[in-house]
């Protein structure tokens, strides 16, 4: 089984998209997929249109990413783990690409290609501006995927952390991964579209002046 798990903050606006999303590329795998959605101080009807939809939704309250991803973790079944915000879209060949590469023993898992829903000059100097930390860093997110048993073996995400617990988790699961022989990956042939909410919300240009 594949569990998808998606931490959700008043998300009605895109929940739906998301969720539409993951159902579209669970027809093109044979494994089982559940997606597991955790709300987290929700007011609107995040949790109504989720369920509507097929997730399955639970409660988590602290203002801790970290703990919310985990408090998802623990309530699913799969043996094949991805994460994936709220505001996302995968592409209908996601899961069936995020297989392919576990199933080849090459990887210990990884990220995927993200690509805005719109591009505008100052959205465009913004990546700039984020490439040179993540190329640092070396692990691409977005969304995660792994085996339960490696998300499991390095504890899961960091509960202590309250920024960057992604890219903390991304080089504890690429540093394992070397250990084991394996490779941190990033899916290239398929990816995600992210919400350009922030910018909508204070400019394309507020990344680079702030």
Known sequence: MISIITPAHNEELFIKKCLCSVKTAAKE??????????LNCCIDKTGKIA????AKVITED???MSRIRNKGVAASKGDILITIDADSE?????????????????????GTKILPE??????LCSLLVVAPFVLWHGVSAGMFWCMRKDYEAIGGFDERLICIED?????????????????YGTIR???IVTSCRKFDQFGDWYFVRN
């Open 29 to 38: 795998v044979s494994e089982e997929v559940e997606h597991i959605v955790v």
């Open 51 to 54: 369920s509507e939809l097929g």
């Open 62 to 64: 602290a203002r801790n």
């Open 90 to 110: 995968m592409t209908s060949n996601m899961l069936s690409e995020v297989l392919e590469k576990l199933h080849s023993g090459k990887y210990v898992g990884g």
């Open 118 to 123: 719109r591009i505008s000059m100052g959205i």
């Open 167 to 183: 890219i903390d988790f991304g080089k504890r699961l690429r540093k394992y991964g070397k250990i084991q022989g394996k490779r």
């Open 189 to 191: 042939k398929a990816h």
